[in-house]
Nanobody, 127 residues
Framework: QVQLAESGGGSVQVGESLTLSCVASGRTFNTYAIAWFRQRPGKAREFVAAITWSGGGIDYADSVKGRFAISRDNTKNLSALQMKNLKPEDTAVYYC????????????????????WGQGTQVTVSS
């Protein structure tokens, strides 16, 4: 079992950057695929970015490609989501999620594929 805790959210202006962090408990973090999802006001939760347990596969939602970067450091039980050139439509609660195992290269992009979730961190982008 793993517990996840996000941090790094906040309020920024359009075009600024933020880096979200997700710290996991447990000693088997390197066996879990990690993803970031977000829930915008009045919208369903949506996929943002994912990385396989190996780090060999990474994918992004089209809306964030070229602006967001997901990473993981298995020595620190940590995943990060670097967000650049933020837009008002990026305003959301961002969630980190973990799923056991999976493919070396192919990421999981559906929320039902993830077993564990953090509490979320709010990101607000204003113009």
């Amino acid at each position: 079992q793993v517990q996840l805790a996000e941090s790094g959210g906040g309020s920024v202006q359009v075009g600024e950057s933020l880096t979200l962090s997700c710290v996991a408990s447990g000693r088997t973090f390197n066996t879990y695929a990690i993803a970031w999802f977000r829930q915008r006001p009045g919208k369903a939760r949506e996929f943002v970015a994912a990385i396989t347990w190996s780090g060999g596969g990474i994918d992004y939602a089209d809306s964030v490609k070229g602006r967001f970067a997901i990473s993981r450091d298995n020595t620190k039980n940590l995943s990060a989501l670097q967000m650049k050139n933020l837009k008002p439509e990026d305003t959301a609660v961002y969630y980190c999620a973990a799923a056991r195992g999976g493919s070396y290269y192919n990421t999981k992009q559906r929320d039902y594929e993830y077993d564990y979730w953090g509490q979320g961190t709010q990101v607000t982008v204003s113009s």
